[in-house]
């Protein structure tokens, strides 16, 4: 409920604090905080590769066309293979669809060194 000021009344902050708790909470599980952290590490090496791909090609002098073609290509195959990981997914075990999907992810990563 607001106030005549328009500031959330004291009974929606605790309920939102409440079940900010909770979803906090969840990581303690140890499933759900394995995965959570793994994506998240996940996450953050695909944005530095994203960062450091296309700096690296304009150090190398590359054009505007070349550093959007490898972008591009960087994302094509997720474009691509999204519907075919969901459709993986619903069929076979998804923890088994999820490895070897990082793993493809991982190895592509690797293989720019």
Do not use: C, H, Y
């Not at 290509?73 to 999820?98: E, H, K, M, Q, Y």
Request: aromatic share 12%.
């Amino acid at each position: 409920m607001k106030k005549a000021n328009g500031s959330a009344a004291p009974v929606e902050m605790l309920s939102s604090a409440t079940e900010f708790r909770a979803s906090l909470s969840l990581l303690t599980t140890r499933r759900f905080g394995t995965f959570w952290f793994a994506s998240l590490l996940s996450s953050i090496g695909t944005w530095a590769q994203q960062v450091a791909e296309p700096w690296l090609l304009l150090t190398m002098g590359a054009s505007s066309f070349v550093i959007g073609l490898d972008s591009f290509a960087s994302n094509a195959p997720v474009w691509l293979l999204t519907l075919a990981g969901g459709a993986l997914a619903d069929r076979w075990d998804r923890r088994r669809v999820i490895a070897w999907f990082q793993s493809i992810q991982m190895t592509r990563a690797k293989s720019m060194d």
